[in-house]
């Protein structure tokens, strides 16, 4: 697998467990990737992913908490209007 990054890379060297190492070759077997090398970079940019998801999610709780029951509806408005939209853009 390629880097679809598009960033140089940086060559590093690090000890794992044997449990850690098997979990390595595991998925790189299972997400077909060229070599084991690649496949921390792969776990690491998944592992960010999740952790910039979860601050969306925790940003968005925060205004969702925080909304007002108007602006709510307004949400709820806009949501059912682009529903609607979608629904006759894909006929």
């Known amino acids: ?3 679809t990054t598009g960033k140089q890379r940086t060559k590093r ?6 449990e850690a190492e098997s979990s390595v070759r595991e998925v790189r077997k299972a997400q ?11 776990l690491l940019r998944a592992a960010m992913e ?3 998801k979860r601050a969306v999610d925790a940003v968005d709780k ?6 007002s029951d108007e602006e ?17 853009l894909f006929r």
Request: hydrophobic letters at 35%; aromatic letters at 8%; charged letters at 20%.
């Open 1 to 3: 697998m390629a880097d």
């Open 13 to 18: 060297s690090h000890n794992i467990s044997v």
């Open 32 to 42: 077909q990737v060229a070599s084991e090398s690649q496949t921390p970079g792969l």
């Open 50 to 52: 999740v952790h910039s």
């Open 62 to 67: 925060i205004y969702y908490d925080s909304a």
């Open 72 to 88: 709510l509806e307004e949400e709820r408005s806009w949501a059912e209007f682009g529903t609607a939209q979608m629904a006759r």
